[in-house]
């Protein structure tokens, strides 16, 4: 039983005494592992050499194509910056300045439509009130309507306001940041502005036909007030002028027309011309 | 319907030829290409080379500590220890002495971590229960060889155990327990003589 070498006397005695030792120890209890000891080593030896799933041996490919998706991602990110359309001047386009572009563009086209208002306004009044002037009619008509106003002292510097709000329209009165960046637009709105200048300088009595109609309650009121609805102002006093000019060509219609107004807006102080 | 019942039968007895073959071939194998084999994934591998060193190892702690519990925990850890190893190992040493060396190294860090008085329990070992049925004299002689084993001092005890339950080699016993051959000579002859002792007392 024993396997130590006999390198002289003293080993073989050794080797004598350990083959009888041996001989005494296997007549012991050969004691062995409970069976449920088994099964657990073999279950874990087993588990440890189970091929993982397929997916999983491919560790690297996961972390491949995770980096690829990242790439494309951000290429395409960036591809899209790229392609933001740039404007003539150069700037590229953006949200805000978008909205930017966008107010002044609109507020562009409102001055040229107000423009466009005011030189028929003009043109349109001019001549019936060039009519007028001789006659004895009209003119003691808006005398008394220009004293009715100019005896309200309050109400003149608020009158004013509302007429420059009335030409230029949101130019003075919805001046906000937005129009201070675009200053693309500024020559054109400038040249409106002149222009609309130079036309009230020739058209008087356009000026003084809407002092005299303008109510008094209104152009009395705070400037800051009166901006806000100009623009509804602008219309009844167009409606009221217009009613006018029928009745002063001899259009029957006007009757109507004052009748559907007063029925829309019943507290709007009428001209004495219309209230008679 | 005939042949496909043909066809799986066929199947079946092929697979049965293989794994009788395979079995067979296994039991020819040398442990170092069985562990080589279960290295790279072959489980059947282990389990040929577990059947061949259960008893031995199980015998090799039980006989150590003389208490089952412990030597259950140490025989399961020494064999996590061997599978977690298994693609470190190298056939350059036998397979026998890579295993025993990770036993030995497991009990010696079971006596580190165990306190002064948790020693051997000779109690407890289920040979020392009294059978009426066995003989009187043998039954006595054991008790005393187990008490003599147990009694020895823990060096001495390894080297004895690992000569008679493994059949190492002495420098293959030097090997396994990182001391020189003629430390394990000398350990030898004085656990041979204290036996003796005992057992002619």
Redesign the interface.
């Known amino acids: ?5 006999n390198n002289g006397e ?2 073989q005695s ?1 080797r004598d ?2 083959d009888k ?2 001989e ?2 296997g ?8 069976e449920l ?2 099964q ?3 279950n ?3 588990r ?4 993982k799933p397929g997916w999983m041996q491919f560790g690297w490919l996961h972390g491949l194509t995770t980096a690829a998706v990242f790439v494309l991602a951000l290429s395409l990110i960036f591809n899209q910056r790229e392609q933001v359309p740039v404007y003539e001047d150069g700037i590229r386009f953006d949200d805000s300045m978008g909205l930017q572009r966008e107010k002044a563009a609109g507020k562009r086209s409102r001055d040229i439509k107000t423009g466009e208002l005011q030189m028929e306004l003009k043109e349109e009044n001019a001549k019936p009130l060039d009519n007028y002037q001789g006659t004895p009619v009209s003119a003691p008509t808006r005398d008394e309507a220009l004293k009715a106003v100019a005896g309200d002292q309050a109400a003149e510097p608020a009158s004013d306001v509302l007429i420059n709000s009335y030409v230029s329209e949101g130019l003075q009165g919805k001046t906000d940041s937005a129009d201070k960046d675009t200053t693309a637009n500024e020559p054109a709105v400038e040249e409106i502005r002149v222009g609309e200048t130079e036309l009230m300088a020739d058209a008087p009595g356009v000026e003084d036909m809407r002092k005299q109609s303008r109510p008094a309650a209104i152009a009395a009121a705070p400037a800051t007030e009166a901006v806000a609805p100009a623009e509804e102002v602008d219309q009844i006093e167009q409606q009221v002028m217009a009613i006018m000019k029928m009745k002063a060509s001899g259009d029957e219609a006007w009757i109507t027309e004052l009748a559907l107004f007063k029925q829309k807006y019943p507290d709007y102080p009428l001209p004495d011309e219309l209230s008679d | 319907m005939y042949a496909q019942t043909t066809t799986l039968n066929f199947r079946g007895i092929l697979g049965a030829l293989f794994q009788i073959g395979y079995a067979a071939l296994m039991r020819e194998m040398t442990d170092e290409k069985l562990m080589q084999r279960y290295a790279k994934g072959d489980a059947k591998a282990f389990d040929q080379l577990y059947a061949r060193h259960r008893a031995p190892l199980y015998r090799y702690f039980i006989r150590q500590v003389n208490n089952p519990a412990t030597a259950n925990d140490l025989y399961q850890g020494a064999w996590e220890k061997i599978i977690k190893a298994r693609e470190k190992y190298r056939p350059r040493a036998p397979f026998k002495v890579w295993m025993y060396r990770i036993a030995h190294n497991h009990l010696v860090d079971h006596y580190r971590r165990m306190r002064p008085e948790d020693t051997l329990e000779p109690d407890t070992l289920p040979g020392t229960q009294a059978d009426p049925s066995q003989d009187m004299i043998a039954s006595e002689q054991n008790d005393r060889l187990r008490a003599g084993i147990t009694a020895l001092p823990m060096e001495q005890r390894d080297t004895l155990l690992l000569q008679l339950e493994t059949g190492l080699k002495m420098e293959e016993i030097a090997n396994v327990t990182g001391v020189g051959r003629e430390t394990v000579k000398s350990r030898l002859r004085y656990a041979v003589k204290y036996l003796k002792r005992s057992l002619v007392e």
């Open positions: 039983m024993s396997n130590i070498p003293n080993d050794l005494d350990l030792l041996g005494a120890y007549q012991l209890q050969h004691e062995e592992p409970p000891l088994d657990a080593i073999l874990s030896a087993h440890a050499v189970v091929k």
